[in-house]
């Protein structure tokens, strides 16, 4: 059994590293906000679980809840801070909005009543003229 876990554990290790470092060279390497956050958000995150999965493989019992318990923690918060940063960085014109696809958040807040380029605020155009 020690042997298995030792490959197990030999296998999470260098993989969740190799993810963490690739997150790390997106966020560095990336244009756009965008694109950084998938970066942090993703790669990130599954590297961080690779890695608590892989060290709680060798715990002793009493533990490895508390490693999976963190590995947990982080998938349900890293979405939803890059979500809260995805949204600050699209109302503050912080990306580049061609390189979208599809951009459904300008129509739900059209349809809120909360324009983007409503009254009293800023232009994308007006921004860089400053």
Do not use: W
Request: glycine content about 10%.
């Amino acid at each position: 059994m020690s042997v298995l876990l030792d490959t197990v554990t030999a296998v999470l290790f260098p993989a969740g590293a190799a993810f963490c470092f690739l997150g790390a060279l997106g966020l560095v390497r990336f244009p756009d906000t965008m694109s950084r956050l998938h970066a942090a958000a993703k790669a990130q995150t599954l590297g961080l679980v690779l890695v608590l999965v892989g060290a709680s493989a060798q715990m002793p019992g009493r533990h490895a809840p508390a490693l999976l318990l963190v590995a947990l923690f982080q998938l349900f918060t890293a979405p939803i801070t890059s979500q809260i940063i995805a949204r600050t960085a699209y109302r503050t014109h912080g990306l580049d909005r061609n390189l979208l696809l599809g951009d459904a958040l300008a129509d739900r807040l059209a349809r809120d009543g909360t324009p983007l380029g409503g009254p009293g605020r800023a232009r994308p155009d007006e921004d860089a003229e400053r």
